[in-house]
């Protein structure tokens, strides 16, 4: 069949009209894949770290973010080698890491910090990412500007060694501290190429904060972003994405804007469903609902 001009144009017409209708499918790609915090299953890690490994991918994810890594007991019971192994065995990659850096905080002390990129570099990590510290850290306005001074040296240290350094929110972040908070003071001192946000979007809301507002205040800030929905019933309990109250379509469809690259599923708590249940659930609303 000849294809005339004109009909080049209306095929090329009908196909950008099908993009319009459908933005999030054409930018299905921007992200690197949906990923699951490990938390979720803190329960049932140190059971059996092999058989829920083998369970995260049998639910449809295809990255992993780590938590509570040490030098001692590594990744429940697996050298970081033996657990990077066992991540590429199913496919999956591990994209950032949960690592509690008080002791750098606190001394200055360099090594547990040392330990955990020695552990994300074995990983293929890029970020190694702050789940919170210690409250009596930030008492004074003035101790939040020193924490996110000290952030900004252990990040230099981190690029070093080709990672990035990232601040996972919960909500005590908002609470007022000398006329300002410590999340706007990590935002405002830290150094944007150096410091990666990782937004916890159910915490930001739980805190009455605005997700797409603060991706408008501070755009391309948030690299990656924890997803779980809000249970309608208690606020203070998880439910699986799209079940909840928190509005995902409409604050995910700012990813562009917010620099987002990781989107990670995160269940606090599992209320009569089982956890594979829940976190395959969850995978699925967001690769055929969200797109992503």
Not at 169 to 196: C, I, M, R, S
Request: hydrophobic share 40%; proline share 3%; charged share 20%.
């Amino acid at each position: 069949m000849t294809t005339t001009r004109r009909t080049f144009l209306a095929q090329a017409g009908m196909a950008a009209a099908g993009i319009m209708l459908a933005p999030k499918l054409a930018s299905a790609k921007s992200a690197n894949g949906v990923g699951l915090q490990l938390y979720s299953l803190r329960d049932q890690l140190p059971k059996d770290v092999k058989g829920v490994i083998a369970e995260v991918a049998k639910a449809g994810y295809k990255e992993v973010e780590t938590f509570g890594y040490s030098k001692q007991g590594g990744f429940w019971g697996l050298s970081a080698q033996e657990f990077a192994a066992l991540l590429k065995k199913h496919g999956l990659k591990s994209p950032s890491g949960h690592y509690g850096i008080d002791e750098y905080f606190g001394t200055g002390k360099m090594d547990e910090l040392n330990s955990y990129i020695e552990a994300a570099k074995i990983l293929g990590q890029t970020y190694i990412v702050i789940p919170g510290l210690n409250h009596d850290f930030i008492k004074t306005a003035e101790d939040c500007k020193s924490i996110a001074e000290k952030m900004n040296k252990a990040a230099a240290i981190c690029k070093q060694h080709g990672l990035k350094l990232g601040y996972h929110n919960h909500n005590f972040e908002w609470q007022d501290v000398g006329g300002t908070t410590f999340y706007d003071t990590v935002l405002k001192y830290t150094d944007p190429k150096l410091v990666a946000m990782e937004m916890d979007i159910y915490w930001v809301v739980r805190a009455g904060q605005d997700p797409i507002q603060i991706f408008k205040k501070h755009p391309g800030r948030f690299a990656l972003v924890h997803v779980k929905d809000m249970d309608k019933g208690n606020h203070e309990l998880n439910t699986e994405i799209g079940s909840g109250g928190i509005d995902y379509k409409t604050i995910l469809g700012q990813a562009k804007l917010a620099g987002i690259k990781h989107y990670i599923v995160e269940q606090e708590n599992f209320t009569n469903i089982d956890p594979y249940v829940s976190i395959a659930k969850s995978a699925t609303y967001l690769k055929t609902k969200l797109y992503l």
